[in-house]
């Protein structure tokens, strides 16, 4: 497992992480957002779904559970969110290890996952820093370790 940690001044500096991490998702990855409520989790997918998709009126995904989105280049991105989870039967409903096999996945909450959780995955935890900001604190297992090297500098 390799670790890395941002600082992200301001909402803007998440989205600008997103479309780093973007630019490195491929079919069969997962990434995990760990955070507590208003941790900026959404923002976070948002910044993947956008810079992927060019969508820019992205809603979150409280109470359908999942989203999913076709990025420019045909990957199909899913983006799901956990806190509202009511089962284990409504969480293999969702289809997640589809999802992350053959496309990728954002998921918030993810704790929810359980056993389920991919051990390829991309995991990024979210807290506040000071005032404002946040701090990004991120961890690559499995086939994620090395990859990150290749994230854009900010
Ligand atoms: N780096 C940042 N610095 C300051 N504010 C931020 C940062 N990133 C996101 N925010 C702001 O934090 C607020 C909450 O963000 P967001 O909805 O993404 O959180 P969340 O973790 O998805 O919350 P929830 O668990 O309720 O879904 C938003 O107003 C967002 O603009
Ligand atoms: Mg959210």
Redesign the pocket.
């Given at each position: 497992m390799t670790r890395h940690t941002l600082t992200?001044?301001?909402?803007e500096?998440?989205l600008a992480l997103g479309a780093r991490i973007a630019a490195l998702l491929k079919a069969g990855d997962a990434v995990l957002?760990f955070?507590?409520?208003?941790?900026?989790?959404?923002?976070?997918a948002r910044g993947i779904i956008q810079a992927l998709t060019g969508e820019t009126d992205i809603a979150?995904p409280?109470y359908t559970l999942v989203q999913t989105y076709t990025a420019r280049d045909g990957l199909t991105l899913s983006h799901a969110?956990l806190?509202r989870l009511k089962s284990d039967d409504e969480l293999f409903e969702l289809g997640l290890e589809e999802a992350w096999t053959e496309g990728a996945a954002i998921i918030?909450?993810p704790e929810r996952l359980g056993t389920m959780a991919p051990e390829d995955r991309l995991e990024i935890e979210?807290a506040p820093l000071g005032d404002?900001?946040?701090i990004a604190n991120i961890a690559a297992f499995g086939r994620w370790e090395g990859r990150l090297d290749r994230l854009e500098p900010l």
């Open positions: 992200l001044p301001d909402a500096a998440t957002l955070g507590d409520l208003g941790a900026g989790k959404t923002t976070l979150s409280t969110d806190y918030e909450w979210l404002a900001g946040r």
